[in-house]
């Protein structure tokens, strides 16, 4: 991703925090200078709109949303494997929310059997947080922290950024790294 999209959200959103000078109302937009003048004792209400910041996000609040519930959902299928479970199983788990291309790169990952050592795997995950690390428009970065948990083990907590993008049947992650490897933005 480029950082001018992210750049230009950005100064939309400082021109919308800015606010009217004239009317002291936070997360408004000057119309027009010619119409929107500060004269002491006298600012008319309809030329100083109230207009959201979110207004100026290149992804819906909705969207945002189901971006962020698919991210949590994955990351917890993408992080547990229940005992009994074979690489195939967990691979079909994961099919239905990722693009085509990650799921190439997990079907690898579950045909590599060096990537899944025999004894007792993570049986569970509890994600924690889901914060957006970058927006732009039609992907969303994420990162997802989540409680990893074995049986009879303290569980560990472990962060990845989930790159979410959208597509004609909606939201897919198209990417997964832990956190601090990668998907900066």
Known sequence: MTTRPRAAVLAALAAT???CTACASPFTVTVSPARHQAVPGRHPAA???TV???VALPVSPAGLSAAAALAARF???YLTRPPG???GQWLARLAPMVTSQLNAVLARTAATPALWP???PP?????AAVRVRDLAAGSVILTVTARVRQAGRAGITTTLAVTVVSGAAGWAVYDVEPATAGNTG
């Open 17 to 19: 925090a800015i606010g």
């Open 75 to 77: 990351a917890a299928a």
């Open 52 to 54: 959201s910041p979110v």
């Open 47 to 49: 030329a100083c709109p």
């Open 123 to 127: 049986d569970s995950a509890a994600v």
């Open 85 to 87: 479970q074979t690489p």
């Open 118 to 120: 025999p004894g007792q």
